[in-house]
């Protein structure tokens, strides 16, 4: 009963008889509902304009009926009335379907209502009446999420402690909250008393705020320990006023008390950056009456904000049940993603093989081996020992190069069998760098049957075999390891070939709301959220707000932009490793959701602030796992360098003018995505493999239904202006609109009889149709569209197939199932692509002679053609031309024209075809 909506209903009752006098039995009452569906079952109306009432006695659903083309999936509800003659105050419906109104605030309901009579046939088809009822209300609670919620939401947050004011901020910490906290740094103790028997004392100091307590490390036989470290107890959840600084004794049944500090928060100073850092003091340590005590403490106590220089590294009241070990877990960090560079290996030729078999033909080829990528070249079809290969091999390597090149030269003797001819290492520190096409200098390369890394010292030799080739690193390539549709950086490897960056952009992650359990602890759902961002070769992480469904980061980053066109990615991760340990129990961090918002679709200087849907796409269908707040800046430094971006290529040169080949891009970036994890994953908090594939959507190229029915649909998209336009063309044709049919004549005579005016007018309404659709100009970036994806109504089965491994391991039944499915898809296409090649060929047939006869007649009329154009003015001939089209339907037939009976008649391929 919380959740109330207003709405207004419109009853259509199709009844002429009834009447004061006229009273019939029982109606049969349809509703149709035009929003989506509402969980509560109750309706209310405060206003009603008629007497009549309507008592609910019988339900039914009707799930194969479709009410309306907008929503095809909502069926009716059949009512049967009793008393139609007055209007009560309440409408029962049944809980399933009742629905949910949207930002409009005005939800429809059309009932039909019919009366069960035969008798009374006739008469309700003669008139429709129509009631009102007002000021309707919807109570209760909602069964599903409707579209609406999978859509971006504005807010208006309180940047910076102060307020938005149009596109500017009024503070300096400016795209997030600031959040308060009080800061306490432990420096340092001196003169502290023997507590143990020994004569020593093993110091650590407890920080107490209320019901938080964070304690130092510990020191043994130490009187003048130094800690160093910083403690923030954020305010919003401080109940107390006073905060103690405690030192104490580390002893095996009691800590000892040796001293503290206490402090009056409403003495606290304030501390907001740029100021300079709090200079510490000594504070002589007290009893708990008050009285001093031997010892002193040198401590440092502000109120400060997240923009704090101590805030990334102190202990957080908020993770106070974090264990030490996991505390590393949990903090915000900074990543680089590895500098890579594709490495070229020619294989050219080797000389003076050995082989061990001296009596059949050596069939050899090259294995090169880097980290874990191996590639082969193809067998060399010179069968001696100086075979020849000139093949390109491709790798993908990182700084700071620690494992080597190594080839081998191996003969296959059998299936399955090769034997080592030589082998040769490569330390690539002393590799070449092009950062164009030129030709790097080749390189003979001696082999040893044992390993040997060139450059390393190693014994002269007066004969070995030999292997020619040319290595480089290409510099001149961007490295991808993004999809290419997602790419956050498009620059070559050289630093040298680097354009300046053309602005900055800024992201604060404010906060998430509604977050889904994603685990239990201690018999209770918890989430430990933590978010990724990704924009070029820099990653940021937010520390993890432990056990919250609404956890607030207000963490503010920037980076360099050198390209609008790309695209930045924030992930919602939960943390399942605040215990430490590398990786305990297999734990993997889950996945919440993430958000791409492309730089080129935001305005420059403007701040957007929007709660973003966390959409996950699950085997049971696609869900919603809560919402993040994001404020989003996008700043240019030069509008000239900009603009001039969108007239260069997207890519490097390299790629344009010496490219790769599709299935070489693949396994690049295979190997490229697989060393950034790799590396990533072995930082301090470590990166994990889960995320860094989640962030770089590995895995987005495998076979998925629901993606091919979205991109389907997408084409449809795309063709629907043409389509529109070839029916609005053969309306005009058709003369439905006659003086629109006359006006298009009388244009189509001007661009005839002026032909310099086409391209001008062309131009002009192409400029009139954009300056007409900027007043629809998206204020909002794009997001995450579940219908547009095909989420909302997949298959199941379809989904299941999605997530399937690769290779499968569903039972033989269902893998059977899927692949007649697929055989059934693929032979729609087989014979579209048969049709396309059929037409294709008929135009080869028009000048083959396959058709002696159609033939003839083609190179006749092109005869006659040739001298009709040739003495008779183009104009006249276009007009005669565009007249025939346009020609009034009187003077058509509804049968085929002659050309295209001429066409569909000539030959193809396809009785050539099995």
């Not at 956890?551 to 980053?557: A, D, G, L, S």
Request: hydrophobic share 40%; net charge positive; with cysteine.
């Amino acid at each position: 009963m919380s959740n109330r909506h207003h709405a207004r209903c419109c009853l259509l009752l199709l009844n002429k008889s009834v009447t004061q006098r006229q009273e019939p039995k029982s109606t049969l009452l349809k509703l149709f509902f035009i929003w989506p569906t509402f969980r509560s079952h109750v309706i209310k109306s405060k206003e009603i304009n008629t007497k009549h009432t309507f008592r609910h006695t019988h339900t039914q659903i009707l799930t194969t009926h479709r009410c309306t083309h907008r929503h095809p999936h909502l069926p009716p509800l059949l009512f049967s009335l009793q008393n139609p003659l007055s209007l009560s105050k309440t409408l029962c419906f049944p809980q399933p379907l009742i629905p949910q109104t949207t930002k409009k605030r005005n939800a429809v309901f059309l009932l039909f209502y019919q009366h069960s009579s035969k008798s009374s046939q006739a008469s309700l088809q003669k008139s429709i009446y129509l009631y009102k009822v007002k000021n309707i209300q919807i109570c209760g609670m909602m069964k599903r999420p409707p579209h609406e919620d999978f859509s971006l939401k504005e807010t208006k947050p309180h940047l910076g402690g102060g307020k938005t004011t149009g596109d500017k901020l009024t503070s300096t910490y400016d795209l997030v909250e600031q959040m308060q906290y009080l800061y306490v740094r432990v420096v340092k103790a001196k003169d502290l008393p023997a507590k143990d028997v020994t004569g020593s004392c093993d110091p650590y100091v407890e920080v107490r705020m209320g019901n938080y307590k964070g304690t130092t490390r510990h020191f043994e036989k130490n009187p003048k320990p130094e800690w160093n470290q910083v403690f923030a107890f954020s305010k919003d959840r401080i109940q107390a006023s006073m905060l103690e600084v405690i030192v104490k004794d580390k002893d095996v049944l009691k800590d000892d008390f040796i001293g503290g500090v206490v402090f009056d928060l409403n003495e606290v100073p304030k501390r907001v950056p740029p100021d300079s850092p709090l200079a510490p003091q000594w504070y002589k340590l007290a009893d708990r009456k008050g009285d001093k005590l031997k010892g002193e403490l040198m401590l440092a106590v502000w109120w400060g904000t997240q923009a704090d220089e101590a805030f990334p590294e102190a202990w957080h009241s908020d993770a106070a049940t974090v264990s030490a070990d996991g505390l590393a877990n949990i903090r915000s960090k900074v990543y680089l993603s590895p500098k890579l560079w594709y490495l070229r290996v020619n294989v050219i030729e080797a000389q003076d093989l050995i082989p061990n078999d001296k009596t059949r033909f050596p069939e050899v080829y090259v294995k090169a081996t880097l980290g874990n990528q191996i590639l082969r070249t193809r067998v060399s079809s010179s069968k001696t020992i100086n075979p020849l290969w000139n093949e390109d091999l491709m790798f993908v390597a990182s700084e700071p190069f620690e494992e080597p090149l190594i080839l081998s030269v191996e003969d296959r003797v059998g299936p399955n069998k090769e034997e080592l001819l030589g082998r040769c290492g490569i330390p690539l520190q002393y590799v070449d760098r092009r950062l164009d096409h030129k030709m790097i200098n080749s390189r003979w390369f001696n082999l040893e049957k044992h390993m040997m890394v060139e450059g390393e010292k190693k014994k002269e030799v007066k004969f070995a075999s030999r292997i020619h080739m040319r290595i480089c690193l290409e510099g001149g390539y961007h490295v991808l390891d993004e999809s290419t549709h997602y790419s956050s950086d498009l620059r070559p490897t050289a630093k040298q070939l680097w354009k300046n960056s053309i602005g900055v952009l800024e992201v604060g992650i404010l906060s998430a709301n509604g977050l889904s359990p994603m685990k239990t602890k201690d018999g209770r759902a918890t989430t430990d959220a933590y978010c990724v961002a990704k924009y070029g070769n820099k990653w940021v992480r937010t520390r993890t707000i432990v056990d919250s469904f609404t956890p607030k980061w207000n963490e503010q980053y920037t980076w360099e932009v050198f390209d609008p066109c790309t695209v930045i990615t924030i992930g919602v991760f939960d943390n399942c490793h605040l215990q430490g340990g590398d990786n305990p129990g297999g734990a993997r961090d889950s996945r919440i959701g993430k958000v791409r918002i492309r730089l080129s679709t935001l305005e420059t200087d403007r701040v957007y602030t929007h709660s973003y849907p966390l959409l996950v796409l699950h085997p049971s269908g696609v869900k919603k796992m809560g919402e993040i707040h994001l404020a989003v800046r996008f700043t240019c430094s030069s509008l000239v360098n900009m603009m001039h971006m969108y007239s260069q290529p997207l890519l490097p040169k390299m790629h344009y003018v010496h490219p790769l080949t599709v299935s070489q891009l693949d396994s690049l970036r295979h190997q490229a995505t697989q060393i950034v994890s790799m590396r990533l994953g072995r930082a301090e908090p470590p990166l994990r493999k889960e995320i860094v594939e989640y962030m770089l959507d590995v895995g987005s190229h495998m076979w998925s239904m629901r993606r091919s029915k979205a991109n389907f649909l997408r084409i449809m998209s795309v063709l629907g202006g043409l389509i529109a336009m070839g029916k609005w063309f053969d309306q005009i044709c058709s003369w439905k609109n006659p003086i629109t049919t006359v006006l298009i004549h009388i244009l189509f005579l001007i661009l005839i009889l002026y032909p310099e005016l086409i391209l001008p007018t062309v131009f002009l309404y192409m400029f009139l149709i954009g300056i007409w659709y900027y007043r629809w100009k998206p204020r909002n970036p794009p997001h995450m569209d579940t219908r547009l994806s095909c989420a909302d109504n997949a298959h199941p089965d379809e989904l299941d197939e999605e997530f399937d491994t690769f290779p499968t391991n569903r039972p033989p039944d269902v893998i059977r199932m899927r692949y007649d499915r697929i055989r059934s898809i693929a032979g729609r296409m087989q014979t579209v692509i048969g049709d396309l090649a059929t037409q294709g060929e008929r135009f080869q047939s028009l000048i083959s002679w396959r058709d002696p006869r159609a033939t003839s007649l083609f190179v006749i009329f092109c005869l006659l053609a040739a001298i009709v154009l040739y003495v008779t003015p183009f104009q006249v001939i276009a007009i005669l031309m565009g007249f025939y089209v346009l020609r009034h339907p009187r003077f058509r037939r509804k049968l085929p024209s002659v050309p295209i009976n001429f066409f569909r008649r000539l030959p193809a391929r396809t009785d050539c075809m099995l």
